[in-house]
């Protein structure tokens, strides 16, 4: 094939995401000086499609950039008034007293949201402020400089067959350049990951560890709606098998969101984090509250888990990593998106600064200086031991000794140093023939619903005749070696049912990907055993629409 040429144009920062990163520095960039050229680039058909609505958000890191939010008129309309805190058994539940937690963990002061639209929010704040912002731009390829720094990115690649080959709507995509290039791509992302192997970003770090978050919205009967509410809880359906634990969430308009989170350190393969999910809205707790209401809306997505740890070195000559695309969760808040925003306005001052003095392509080290020595140090050191605790000894043994941690770290103090993670989640998977099948019930159609059904609730979308965003590595290990040794787990983990495996009479078993179904969750590049599948930037766009609610 004949070299393509592209059309190029010029920023001084290109930023890839629109989410509460990327769009935190694009706003802070132009704060500082009007003149910087900015765009964003979101490859969700608009800003916050991709964006798996439901949190808690701690304002501190939007109060920084736009201290005015409130006069402004964002989305920030349900503070949160009460806080439950549950460990659940098969037909009950214990509450946790509020009173011994740390006050890090207090949610007071913290808002029910829909990020999906405090993000279409910010995009009107930033695009106010003169920056463009581009919607259904993929960025698919990084574009390096004659020094080895990240100089741009390919954006808008669309029409190539299945094979790969331009089709006859090809269109080639553009580069846009800067001086440099911000990744806030979210947990995962194909461009940062390329980063961070090809500059060695995590060596003398822990590696990254995380967790599937699925997420119902439902609509329920007024009457057992409490607006403000939040509820977590632990313990069933997981029990040992796997940590992680529930999130119910009441915001406006008789509205819950029910999501459920599964630790992806899990050592049975045969667990099937999806199923655990719909288990547990069978719950009575959770039955009686679902009970004549309806399901509007599913999502699913990784999240970071591994802390201050796993946390890589953020800069290399020419980008930065923001965000999720850094890791900068605080798992025992389940809140990331106050950090992600503080993460935008450090990486937009450092590159003011260093624009100011006539730099670009080099290091941004002052803002490695200001993550790490800054709030986002300070929220996340004192929860560094929550996560290895609970991977290393279960549950009960992460509420005490991490609670008494905290504690510490809030006083200063530290009693366990920094623990190590160890093993990543895809090593974590134990073999087939070590653990016993798990015996999940049929889902019911009223409060739990299979795979496929669900995921027309995203509004999930991919031309069949684009080419397939998850490639294998090797095509055989599916069935030659993921399936004998580890009963092919992709058929489980993943919370769309894109992998398959066919078997049909007289026929030897076949691997199959759905890819039209993918939810852009990352899961399968994760978890699986052999590493083999990897997940890249849809060539063409597609992925799930979530609704504006």
Same mark, same amino acid.
């Given at each position: 094939?004949?070299?393509?040429?592209?059309?190029?144009?010029?920023?001084?920062?290109?930023?890839?995401?629109?989410?509460?990163?990327?769009?935190?520095?694009?706003?802070?960039?132009?704060?500082?000086?009007?003149?910087?050229?900015?765009?964003?680039?979101?490859?969700?058909?608009?800003?916050?499609?991709?964006?798996?609505?439901?949190?808690?958000?701690?304002?501190?890191?939007?109060?920084?950039?736009?201290?005015? $939010?409130?006069?402004?008129?964002?989305?920030?309309?349900?503070?949160?008034?009460?806080?439950?805190?549950?460990?659940?058994?098969?037909?009950?539940?214990?509450?946790?007293?509020?009173?011994?937690?740390?006050?890090?963990?207090?949610?007071?002061?913290?808002?029910?949201?829909?990020?999906?639209?405090?993000?279409? $929010?910010? %995009?009107?704040?930033?695009?106010?402020?003169?920056?463009?912002?581009?919607?259904?731009?993929? =960025?698919?390829?990084?574009?390096?400089?004659?020094?080895?720094?990240?100089?741009?990115?390919?954006?808008?690649?669309?029409?190539?067959?299945?094979?790969?080959?331009?089709?006859?709507?090809?269109?080639?995509?553009?580069?846009?350049?800067?001086?440099?290039?911000?990744?806030?791509?979210?947990?995962?992302?194909?461009?940062?990951?390329?980063?961070?192997?090809?500059?060695?970003?995590?060596?003398?770090?822990?590696?990254?560890?995380?967790?599937?978050?699925?997420?119902?919205?439902?609509?329920?009967?007024?009457?057992?709606?409490?607006?403000?509410?939040?509820?977590?809880?632990?313990?069933?359906?997981?029990?040992?098998?796997?940590?992680?634990?529930?999130?119910?969430?009441?915001?406006?308009?008789?509205?819950?969101?029910?999501?459920?989170?599964?630790?992806?350190?899990?050592?049975?393969?045969?667990?099937?984090?999806?199923?655990?999910?719909?288990?547990?809205?069978?719950?009575?707790?959770?039955?009686?509250?679902?009970?004549?209401?309806?399901?509007?809306?599913?999502?699913?997505?990784?999240?970071?888990?591994?802390?201050?740890?796993?946390?890589?070195?953020?800069?290399?000559?020419?980008?930065?990593?923001?965000?999720?695309?850094?890791?900068?969760?605080?798992?025992?808040?389940?809140?990331?998106?106050?950090?992600?925003?503080?993460?935008? +306005?450090?990486?937009?001052?450092?590159?003011?600064?260093?624009?100011?003095?006539?730099?670009?392509?080099?290091?941004?080290?002052?803002?490695?200086?200001?993550?790490?020595?800054?709030? +986002?140090? %300070?929220?996340?050191?004192?929860?560094?031991?929550?996560?290895?605790? $609970?991977?290393?000894?279960?549950?009960?043994?992460?509420?005490?000794?991490?609670? %008494?941690?905290?504690?510490?770290?809030?006083?200063?103090?530290?009693?366990?140093?920094?623990?190590?993670?160890?093993?990543?989640?895809?090593?974590?998977?134990?073999?087939?023939?070590?653990?016993?099948?798990?015996?999940?019930?049929?889902?019911?159609?009223?409060?739990?619903?299979?795979?496929?059904?669900?995921? %027309?609730?995203?509004?999930?979308?991919?031309?069949?005749?684009?080419?397939?965003?998850?490639?294998?590595?090797?095509?055989?290990?599916?069935?030659?070696?993921?399936?004998?040794?580890?009963?092919?787990?992709?058929?489980?983990? =993943?919370?769309?049912?894109?992998?398959?495996?066919?078997?049909?009479?007289?026929?030897?078993?076949?691997?199959?990907?759905?890819?039209?179904?993918?939810?852009? =969750?990352?899961? =399968?590049?994760?978890?699986?055993?052999?590493?083999?599948?990897? $997940?890249?930037?849809?060539?063409?766009?597609?992925?799930?629409?979530?609704?504006?609610?």
């Amino acid at each position: 094939m004949t070299e393509i040429t592209r059309e190029q144009m010029d920023y001084d920062v290109v930023i890839v995401g629109a989410g509460p990163a990327g769009l935190s520095a694009a706003i802070r960039l132009k704060q500082l000086d009007s003149n910087l050229s900015v765009v964003v680039l979101e490859k969700g058909s608009e800003v916050g499609a991709h964006i798996l609505s439901g949190a808690v958000l701690d304002p501190v890191g939007l109060t920084k950039l736009i201290p005015d $939010w409130k006069e402004k008129g964002a989305p920030l309309n349900v503070p949160v008034h009460e806080d439950n805190f549950y460990i659940l058994g098969p037909a009950g539940q214990m509450r946790i007293p509020n009173f011994p937690m740390p006050p890090l963990m207090n949610n007071h002061g913290n808002y029910i949201v829909s990020m999906a639209n405090v993000c279409r $929010w910010m %995009a009107e704040q930033a695009e106010g402020l003169g920056v463009e912002i581009f919607p259904g731009m993929a =960025c698919s390829e990084l574009i390096y400089g004659d020094k080895g720094e990240v100089r741009g990115v390919v954006a808008g690649e669309f029409g190539k067959n299945a094979d790969g080959t331009p089709g006859p709507s090809y269109e080639p995509g553009m580069v846009l350049a800067g001086k440099y290039v911000f990744l806030s791509e979210g947990v995962r992302g194909s461009l940062a990951k390329e980063v961070i192997a090809k500059y060695d970003l995590s060596k003398g770090h822990e590696p990254q560890k995380f967790g599937l978050g699925m997420k119902e919205i439902w609509q329920i009967d007024p009457a057992k709606h409490r607006l403000g509410t939040v509820t977590h809880t632990m313990g069933w359906p997981l029990g040992s098998n796997a940590g992680g634990g529930s999130f119910i969430y009441h915001l406006e308009n008789n509205q819950v969101y029910v999501g459920f989170v599964v630790h992806l350190n899990y050592k049975n393969p045969h667990l099937y984090p999806y199923m655990e999910f719909q288990r547990f809205k069978h719950h009575p707790m959770v039955a009686e509250l679902l009970k004549g209401g309806k399901r509007v809306a599913y999502g699913a997505r990784a999240i970071s888990e591994g802390g201050w740890q796993s946390i890589p070195k953020m800069v290399a000559p020419g980008v930065a990593l923001l965000g999720c695309s850094a890791g900068l969760v605080n798992v025992p808040r389940i809140k990331g998106n106050h950090n992600a925003m503080l993460s935008g +306005i450090d990486a937009a001052e450092a590159a003011f600064v260093a624009i100011s003095a006539g730099r670009s392509g080099d290091e941004l080290t002052e803002y490695e200086t200001l993550v790490r020595g800054g709030p +986002i140090a %300070a929220d996340l050191k004192k929860v560094r031991n929550v996560k290895p605790l $609970w991977s290393k000894y279960g549950l009960v043994a992460s509420l005490f000794l991490g609670g %008494a941690d905290m504690w510490a770290n809030t006083f200063g103090l530290t009693i366990l140093g920094t623990l190590k993670h160890g093993k990543n989640d895809a090593e974590s998977t134990g073999l087939a023939k070590d653990y016993q099948p798990i015996d999940y019930p049929k889902p019911d159609g009223v409060l739990s619903f299979d795979r496929l059904t669900n995921v %027309a609730f995203s509004a999930t979308n991919h031309d069949e005749n684009q080419p397939a965003h998850l490639k294998l590595k090797d095509p055989s290990i599916p069935i030659a070696v993921n399936l004998p040794k580890y009963a092919e787990p992709a058929q489980r983990y =993943c919370p769309a049912g894109v992998y398959e495996v066919i078997a049909e009479a007289g026929k030897e078993p076949r691997f199959q990907i759905n890819f039209q179904n993918c939810v852009h =969750c990352k899961t =399968c590049d994760i978890k699986d055993p052999s590493q083999n599948i990897v $997940w890249t930037t849809p060539m063409g766009g597609g992925g799930p629409n979530y609704p504006n609610m």
